[in-house]
């Protein structure tokens, strides 16, 4: 069964750090893109950032660049996402998902409907 469990969110104050987590069971992430998205209340889902399979390809919207980062162990089948410098825009749920790779290099994309298989979303709330 396929599963994708994210964790790490909180309430950080303007400024501040926090480092998301998201632990797949049942299948290898060594052949999927992944992507962590994000959803505030009354907005739609935003994808945030996300990484290759391979080549350590990595993208990220521009209102996070220089502040996130993301991450893969392969080894031990976890994405991370990386958050500095947060802001109260950042709050919302946070999600994680995964889509196949296929056969031939390519980049990951940060459409959610390119995603087939999401986690429950960790909140993550800034403010003061």
């Known amino acids: 069964q396929v599963q994708l469990v994210e964790s790490g969110g909180g309430l950080v104050q303007p400024g501040g750090s926090l480092r998301l987590s998201c632990v797949a069971s049942?299948?290898?992430?060594?052949?999927?893109?992944i992507g962590w998205f994000r959803q505030a209340p009354g907005k739609e889902r935003e994808g945030v950032s996300c990484i290759s399979n391979r080549f350590g390809f990595t993208d990220y919207t521009d209102s996070v660049k220089g502040r996130f980062t993301i991450s893969r162990d392969n080894a031990e089948n976890t994405v991370f996402l990386q958050m500095n410098s947060l802001k109260p825009e950042d709050t919302g749920v946070y999600y994680c998902?995964?889509?196949?790779?296929?056969?031939?290099?390519?980049?990951?994309?940060?459409?959610?409907?390119?995603?087939?298989?999401w986690g429950q979303g960790t909140q993550v709330t800034v403010s003061s």
């Open positions: 998902a995964v889509t196949e790779a296929g056969p031939l290099p390519r980049a990951c994309k940060l459409s959610a409907h390119e995603y087939d298989s």
């Open positions: 049942g299948f290898t992430l060594n052949s999927y893109h």
